[in-house]
């Protein structure tokens, strides 16, 4: 399962970026966060690994995420996942006019089967949670 979507922020890539690259400011737009730490020091880095716990459907989640692309101002690449499922998110920033698209491109891939099977029926509840991340992430960064 994949699960894409985009949203115009009415900002440069430059103040998206500084939002989407500051791990302290994810809690602000990314209502499921609980927790999201850096394991690693030093700057955000390829490589770089981090500590994410989602409270998610009334389940608290703890992933394990590793930064595989880092390309400021225009592309973040995560992977990562929990006992259920990996995934591979890539939030790409467009230069659009005056502003900057953004897309969240994510595909699922289920490892337990539970999730194999129950996957296709969560799809629109993913897509309506990334839309609603990106709308969340529109407001705080046109805010600032």
């Not at 990562?80 to 491109?105: Q, R």
């Not at 194999?116 to 046109?142: Q, W």
């Amino acid at each position: 399962m994949r699960v894409t979507e985009s949203i115009r922020i009415e900002r440069p890539a430059e103040d998206v970026w500084a939002v989407v690259s500051d791990l302290d400011t994810h809690r602000e737009w990314r209502p499921a966060i609980v927790e999201l730490t850096q394991l690693d020091e030093g700057p955000l880095a390829v490589g770089s690994r981090l500590r994410e716990v989602l409270r998610w459907r009334g389940r608290t989640l703890e992933l394990d995420d590793v930064v595989t692309a880092l390309e400021p101002p225009r592309r973040l690449g995560i992977t990562g996942g929990w006992s259920a499922a990996e995934f591979d998110l890539e939030l790409l920033l467009e230069p659009n006019g005056d502003g900057t698209l953004v897309t969240m491109d994510w595909p699922l891939r289920p490892k337990s089967l539970l999730m194999r099977v129950a996957a296709p029926f969560l799809g629109g509840t993913m897509r309506k949670a990334t839309r609603e991340e990106l709308e969340l992430l529109k407001a705080y960064v046109e805010a600032r």
